[in-house]
């Protein structure tokens, strides 16, 4: 999975992110930063929610 920081990008263009992703059988899902966090510590991966910033999601992808 990566983590995604949008910040003010536009809501059209976040549509056509999504799109895209989902070409490549991929997913995005916008979260909120309390629940990221928690979610990466209980993954053991709880260094990685430093960077979670401002407006972000997840793009979850087969193989990654």
Do not use: W
Not at 1 to 21: E, W
Not at 33 to 57: D, F, H, M, Y
Request: proline share 5%.
């Amino acid at each position: 999975f990566f983590i995604v920081q949008h910040g003010r990008t536009p809501a059209n263009s976040m549509d056509k992110l999504r799109a895209k992703l989902r070409s490549t059988h991929s997913r995005y899902f916008a979260i909120k930063q309390s629940l990221g966090k928690i979610a990466l510590e209980k993954s053991g991966t709880k260094p990685l929610s430093e960077n979670l910033k401002g407006a972000c999601g997840f793009v979850f992808t087969p193989g990654a």
